[in-house]
């Protein structure tokens, strides 16, 4: 079985260490529960935005507190770099194992009062990308799949849809906005994470693997 994994990015508002910091803190009271348990719930998640309109306070809130699930020894960390446009966000529980959607991202962009892009890979075989501006009140759910055709039964196509993310050129130099489009396109990559890798570099971004992976260039908070 091949990776599955998400990747936050929260954009740069310019603000300070400390008020970055305080807003980490807000995070890091979250509710551990048992993993039998977390499962459980996260399956009640999943249910419930089935049957929930778009917008629900509640489900966001309660999105936040699972996928703020406590893994020992874990806490949420920025990679922050002053000139960066989007910082890297690393916390176990959301991360590891886990598909993000707007509707995670969400829960984040409420945290830090600033929009919040995020890239996940299923076993390798399909690449999501998501975005949540909240206040300009838009949400994006993207995939791609390493050999499309088969989309119906690798995720829920109502929820992500197979169009281009057209939300990512925002972040991308107009020169290379093109390759950005032939790498979403391409057939050719054998591992999601690979392509995740191409796209990140056409938008300036450096993807955490675990708490202690800070990029080079960038300081831990």
Do not use: H
Request: hydrophobic share 35%; aromatic share 10%.
């Amino acid at each position: 079985m091949g990776m599955t994994r998400a990747f936050y990015f929260i954009r740069n508002q310019g603000y300070s260490r400390d008020q970055l910091k305080e807003m980490l803190s807000g995070l890091s009271g979250g509710v551990a529960f048992p993993p039998g348990l977390s499962g459980i719930l996260n399956q009640k998640l999943s249910e419930m935005r089935q049957r929930t309109g778009e917008g629900d306070a509640g489900l966001e809130l309660l999105s936040a507190v699972l996928g703020g699930n406590r893994i020992p020894g874990s806490e949420p960390v920025i990679a922050y770099k002053e000139d960066a446009g989007l910082l890297p966000f690393f916390e176990a529980g959301r991360c590891e194992g886990n598909i993000a959607s707007s509707r995670e991202n969400g829960a984040l962009a409420l945290c830090f009062k600033a929009p919040v892009l995020s890239f996940s890979v299923m076993d390798s075989d399909v690449l999501f990308v998501s975005y949540c501006d909240k206040e300009k009140g838009v949400a994006y759910d993207c995939a791609r799949p390493n050999s499309p055709g088969r989309e119906d039964e690798m995720y829920d196509t109502d929820i992500y849809s197979s169009d281009f993310p057209a939300f990512l050129l925002e972040y991308c130099k107009e020169p290379d906005r093109e390759k950005l489009r032939q790498i979403w396109e391409s057939d050719a990559y054998i591992f999601a994470e690979e392509k995740m890798e191409d796209v990140g570099g056409m938008l300036g971004v450096e993807f955490m693997y675990e708490e202690k992976d800070i990029p080079e260039g960038y300081e831990a908070l």
